[in-house]
């Protein structure tokens, strides 16, 4: 059984830093995909960023390219979402998600969740 759990959210000023991380256990396959989500108040759950474990391959919404960065631990069993330069339309609950396939997508359907998420309040 799959498990992951958020940590790391909270209050910052707009332009400030925040690191998220997601402990994540029971994933069997080799080819699988981690991912961060969020979902502001109001708001469909969209993809932020997410990085396939096998190919490699990372890939960003365009509203955070240049400014977040997903990575992983694999010795901790944890995923990272280091956001730099934050805005207030960053402002939302931050979920981590994984898909038991290589390639990447944005159908948050296609994932499964685990945890409550957690929140991420930018002031302006």
């Known amino acids: 059984q799959v498990r992951l759990e958020e940590s790391g959210g909270g209050l910052v000023q707009a332009g400030g830093s925040l690191t998220l991380s997601c402990v994540v256990t029971?994933?069997?396959?080799?080819?699988?995909?981690m991912a961060w989500f969020r979902q502001a108040s109001g708001n469909q759950r969209e993809i932020v960023a997410a990085?396939?474990?096998?190919?490699?391959?990372?890939r960003y919404t365009d509203s955070v390219k240049g400014r977040f960065t997903i990575s992983r631990d694999d010795a901790k069993n944890t995923v990272y979402l280091q956001m730099n330069r934050l805005k207030p339309e960053d402002t939302a609950v931050y979920y981590c998600?994984?898909?038991?396939?290589?390639?990447?997508?944005?159908?948050?359907?296609?994932?499964?969740?685990g945890g409550q998420g957690t929140q991420v309040t930018v002031s302006s």
């Open positions: 998600a994984t898909k038991g396939e290589a390639v990447i997508t944005t159908n948050p359907q296609r994932y499964t969740f």
């Open positions: 029971g994933v069997t396959s080799s080819e699988y995909v």
């Open positions: 990085t396939s474990v096998s190919t490699g391959t990372t």
